[in-house]
């Protein structure tokens, strides 16, 4: 009994000695005064609101002009930032009958002045319009970092040339017509002609 | 008096076509052949309105890629129009024996396959109409009458064109073929898979292939400007390119109904 209770005596010690160990182990020295980077790297709050067409169905070959409209909700005025247009064309299926990806197109990257505190600033591009159907994308960036809430994306189509004149229709329907009318009166004049020749040979 | 006998026989013959019209649109009319083209043309369009109308799933924000997405099927009304209509409409004469009444009588043959060739011609040309007619009914519900747009008479000038030259092939087939349920087959998958094949073949070993007249059916969608009812990367169709579509189907149509025409005339009752 008396050698159960020093057994347990020493386990007991030995136990608290370990739990000061560790406890002093697992304090890092000068820990307190570590700088850390705990706080979010703040960014401007703009906002890409809208960006419109001049038409909203433009046409092949058509100059269209698109206008993008930024918000500074921040209380002071922001500069040197970047703004990136892209177009990509939308493709369904290809002849192969399989997906392919277009590359994205470049309508505007250029760098805007300094835009107002608490302030809305528009910025108009143009761009040539060529059929299909495409995706318009733009994004704004503060010292190569993308701002979350310029990203603005919307498809838009655009229109082929009207195609096909009333003139070649008239045509094809007139051949179609006239090959029908020939063989309805054709057999009638050879049936006539051959019945002269019988004529004139039974005469000679 | 040679003029006189000339006009007297195409009195005769404008007759005889005529009757023969007559006795071919009441065929045609009792089969159910051409109830089952037109209901097809009617339901199709309706169902592109109603699906999205009672589903809730949404049409397209205008009308223009309304009509391109359901002018995707409109091959597959003409082939099938023509299948029905034009497929069994010679050899079947043969294979019924009506041949050995019809032939014999003092009439020429050329006013019965006239006749015959009209009589589907129109009968087609009315099942398509329905499938447009169906469609611009459907615009106007959803987008309102003023958003039919005007191309759709374009687009109708040149499917009913089409549907010329796919019918000419069904005509075709139905004189060269013994067999109604062969030549109709074959105009069906004819149209819609070997043509298409032979093009894609043509295309991969670098021959020319712009005279095959299936290579025009998008032109049918494309006149509405849209890009939205085309497949791959969408390119415009220019008017060089109108022309030589028109050029093509037109001759087509003209030579498969001469080739038709004259395997017939040669052939006996």
């Known amino acids: 009994m008396e050698s159960d209770s020093k057994k347990i005596f020493v386990i007991g010690l030995l136990a608290v000695i370990m739990l000061f160990n560790l406890s002093i182990n697992s304090q890092v020295s000068g820990f307190d005064n570590f700088p850390t980077l705990n706080q979010d790297l703040t960014l401007p709050k703009l906002e890409i609101s809208n960006v419109t067409l001049s038409d909203d169905l433009p046409e092949e070959g058509q100059n269209v002009t698109f206008s993008v409209i930024i918000v500074n909700h921040d209380n002071y005025s922001v500069g040197g930032l970047v703004l990136l247009a892209t177009i990509q064309q939308i493709v369904l299926v290809n002849p192969h009958g399989q997906t392919e990806e277009e590359k994205p197109v470049t309508i505007t990257n250029v760098t805007l002045p300094v835009i107002p505190a608490n302030s809305v600033y528009v910025y108009t591009g143009y761009f040539i319009a060529k059929f299909g159907q495409y995706t318009f994308t733009t994004i704004l960036t503060s010292t190569l970092v993308k701002i979350p809430l310029s990203n603005y994306v919307f498809t838009f189509e655009v229109l082929s040339p009207p195609v096909g004149d009333w003139k070649g229709l008239r045509i094809a329907y007139s051949w179609l017509f006239l090959t029908l009318i020939s063989l309805f009166l054709v057999p009638s004049i050879i049936d006539i002609f051959y019945r002269k020749q019988a004529v004139r040979k039974i005469k000679e | ?269």
């Open chain 2, 1 to 269: 008096m040679e003029q006189g006998s000339l006009l007297v026989e195409w009195k005769k013959d404008a007759y005889e076509l005529w009757i023969n019209l007559k006795f071919e649109f009441l065929k045609i009319r009792r089969s159910s052949k051409l109830l089952l083209a037109i209901g097809l043309a009617a339901v199709l369009p309706l169902l592109f309105y109603f699906i999205p109308l009672l589903s809730g799933g949404g049409f397209p924000d205008n009308a223009g890629d309304f009509i391109s997405q359901n002018m995707n099927f409109v091959s597959l009304i003409i082939v099938f129009t023509a299948m029905l209509l034009a497929g069994d409409i010679i050899n079947k004469e043969h294979s019924n024996k009506t041949a050995l009444i019809l032939y014999p009588l003092p009439q020429r043959r050329t006013n019965i396959l006239i006749s015959k060739y009209v009589v589907s011609l129109f009968s087609s040309w009315f099942a398509l109409f329905i499938y447009y007619l169906f469609t611009a009914v459907s615009v106007a519900l959803q987008y309102g009458f003023s958003e039919i747009p005007e191309e759709m008479i374009k687009s109708y000038l040149f499917a009913a064109l089409y549907l010329s030259a796919v019918l000419s092939v069904a005509y075709f087939l139905s004189a060269w073929l013994k067999s109604p349920g062969a030549s109709m087959t074959l105009t069906f998958f004819g149209v819609m898979i070997f043509l298409p094949i032979t093009v894609r073949l043509l295309d991969i070993i670098g021959i020319d292939s712009s005279w095959i007249f299936t290579n025009y059916s998008t032109i049918i969608t494309s006149i509405f400007r849209f890009p939205s009812g085309q497949f791959g990367v969408a390119t415009a169709i220019t008017e060089d390119e109108f022309y030589k579509a028109i050029k093509v189907v037109t001759t087509s149509a003209i030579i498969f109904f001469l080739a038709a025409f004259g395997l017939e005339l040669n052939k006996e009752a």
